[in-house]
Nanobody, 114 residues
Framework: QVRLVESGGGLVQAGGSLRLSCAAS????????MGWYRQAPGKQRELVAT???????NYADSVKGRFSISRDNSKRTVYLQMNSLKPEDTAVYYC????????WGQGTQVTVSS
């Protein structure tokens, strides 16, 4: 069974930065094809960044140019660097495969104040 643990969230002012981490443990072949998702209150969970096995990345238009996804295979950890944060980035952030293969972790809360 795979366990995903997200961390690094917090309260930050608009324009600030945060770096989120997602540590994967358990019976895992790899952390290829991973994504970061977020869910704001009253909204559906949305995919904001993906990192494919070939290292290609893709971002939602709302975060393009501000967020960057990366991974460290040796640590089985996926990162999300978030810069120039906006109040509309406020949400609980989760990681999972692009196909949502694993059970969801508890997420990490990101709150951006204006």
């Amino acid at each position: 069974q795979v366990r995903l643990v997200e961390s690094g969230g917090g309260l930050v002012q608009a324009g600030g930065s945060l770096r989120l981490s997602c540590a994967a443990s358990g019976t895992i072949v790899s952390i290829d094809n991973m994504g970061w998702y977020r869910q704001a209150p009253g909204k559906q969970r949305e995919l904001v960044a993906t990192l494919a096995s070939g290292a290609s990345t893709n971002y939602a238009d709302s975060v393009k140019g501000r967020f960057s996804i990366s991974r460290d295979n040796s640590k089985r950890t996926v990162y999300l660097q978030m810069n120039s944060l906006k109040p509309e980035d406020t949400a609980v952030y989760y990681c999972n495969t692009i196909t949502r293969l694993y059970n969801w972790g508890q997420g990490t809360q990101v709150t951006v104040s204006s």
